[in-house]
């Protein structure tokens, strides 16, 4: 047997268990199913799916197929929340080299694994954040488009990041139980960010993070997530999260929490100015922006009084999906 005919010894074998969270998301779940099915396989790797059903009823399994050419592990997580399940998909990786997070209304290239795996192995990086497209079910207004409500900031291609969100994100879980960072914060139950603040506090215990630019997952956003109202909510409770994440700390010190406030103000009040010259300009994306900046700002001034949002715990309630 030639050495490119050899099997490799299971102790070079890297095992990849991609982590899909969902609630009563079928349709999604299977649609990013039949992209998995397509995936291309690393050299060298075994891949497998864990999906964990946030629904205490199991509704989830009835989108899995009965023909899948991957192992697919199947756990129903019963504690209601992002946190839980996405610390149970950790959990059920425990023996796996990587975990690759990937949201149930998303759908991958078939070189996604192959790609960020490259990524992480190149750059010897823990843990790789990648970027995610967007694709909406009905136009949205051209000053949410082009405001950046769903962009992720501009960063160069494998670029070192302070944090990332579980959209796209592969981390090394040996790394993950060496540093002790293998459950998200239960706290944010409700109000999203725990894979934030997981990714934040894995980079402060020493982990390194870098950045895939290359879009490899595309998500499709529902008519409901481009309302007005949706996209102002989302905006605060990302200037929740940023304020949360300057101070580190969901408790601050009142020093801690006038400095937030201020800088809370200052973008509320830079966004008027702007939002006046976009409107004279009758330029959508300016007007856009200072929207969602003066937006973040009142979420920041919310966490300096310590107020939260729960967006999730309604749509959970209702039933709907929530692992965005």
Known sequence: MSDAEQVPDESSVIRVAIGICTHRRLEGLKSLLVSIAALDVPARSVLRVIVVDNDSTGSAEAALPQDFPLQITYAIEKMPGIPAARSRCVALAENDDYILFVDDDERVAASWVVEMLASAQEEAADGVGGLVAYEYDSAPPRWIAEGGFFDAPATPHRAVIPFA??????????????????????????????????????VRAGARLV??????????????????????????????????????????????????????????????????????????????????????????????????????????????????
């Open 211 to 324: 950045w895939h630019a290359h879009p490899l997952v595309t998500e499709t956003v529902p008519a409901e997530r481009i309302s007005i109202r949706w996209c102002l909510k989302r905006a605060i409770r990302t200037g929740e999260g940023v304020a949360r994440l300057r101070v580190g700390s969901f408790t601050p010190t009142l020093p801690q929490r006038l400095f937030i406030l201020v800088l809370g103000l200052a973008k509320v009040g830079g966004a008027f100015p702007a939002l006046g010259v976009g409107a004279l300009q009758r330029n959508p994306a300016v007007v856009g922006r200072a929207v969602r900046g003066g937006m973040r700002g009142i979420g920041m001034a919310r966490f300096a009084f310590g107020r939260r949002g729960a967006e999730y715990a309604s749509r959970h309630e209702s039933g709907a999906g929530v692992t965005a």
């Open 165 to 202: 969100a579980t959209n796209n994100l592969l981390l090394h879980v040996p790394t993950l139980h060496r540093l002790g960072v293998t459950t998200f914060d239960g706290s944010l139950q409700f109000s999203g960010g725990s894979d934030v603040e997981l990714t934040s506090r894995l």
